[in-house]
T-cell receptor
């Protein structure tokens, strides 16, 4: 069966510090991968998605970036965090054969102070 | 008009009640419909998945899709305190042949089932 991991689970960072969140998927090959941010009362905001190694599509202009160095690894980064980057970050994967259904990881709660 | 509308609630019901959760949408190309359940401080988990119109039942949960009205519902029978969570609807046009791999989500309805 497929499993998705995210770490860390919780992170408190000062404004201006760098960020690296990691997501890995097990039990599937060539998944589509997604990064979302969920802020209170604002729903899920798609940040990036990737259909293959090195292929990243950005949905929202911001100071975040994403990379996919391996088939089942997706990384969310920032060089300098802003207060507005605080939120709950979710990684998800999908496979076309199951009709776009996405499966989410446990999330990383980021607080920027 | 937003692409997907979902009443945020909160919705509070007694244990054993039948719960109805709903979403409306504007994009007639949507054909894949999902319901996710999200417990506090956890990632969303897939609850129900339907393709096109009709009903799908899984235990105490029933998902309904009415494409003519652009309206989807999730019914929970014999609701339990463990059903207390935020429920998110999501949908897609399934156009992965192009560049669209995205789901469109509702903002979620917060449900509390009181013992």
């Amino acid at each position: 069966s497929q499993t998705i991991h995210q770490w860390p689970a919780t992170l408190v960072q000062p404004v201006g510090s760098p960020l690296s969140l990691e997501c890995t998927v097990e039990g599937t090959s060539n998944p589509n991968l997604y990064w979302y941010r969920q802020a209170a009362g604002r729903g899920l905001q798609l940040l990036f998605y990737s259909v293959g190694i090195g292929q990243i599509s950005s949905e929202v202009p911001q100071n975040l970036s994403a990379s996919r160095p391996q088939d089942r690894q997706f990384i969310l980064s920032s060089k300098k965090l802003l207060l507005s980057d605080s939120g709950f970050y979710l990684c998800a994967w999908s496979v076309w054969e199951v009709g776009e259904t996405q499966y989410f990881g446990p999330g990383t709660r980021l607080l920027v102070l | 008009q937003k692409e997907v509308e979902q009443d945020p609630g909160p919705l509070s019901v007694p244990e054993g009640a039948i719960v109805s959760l709903n979403c409306t949408y504007s994009n007639s190309a949507f054909q894949y419909f999902m319901w996710y359940r999200q417990y506090s401080r956890k990632g969303p988990e897939l609850l129900m998945y339907t393709y096109s119109s009709g009903n799908k039942e899984d235990g105490r949960f029933t998902a309904q899709v009415d494409k003519s009205s652009k309206y989807i519902s999730l019914f929970i029978r014999d609701s339990q305190p463990s059903d207390s969570a935020t429920y998110l609807c999501a949908m897609s046009d399934g156009n992965s042949g192009g560049s669209n791999y995205k789901l469109t989500f509702g903002k979620g309805t917060l449900l509390t089932v009181n013992p």
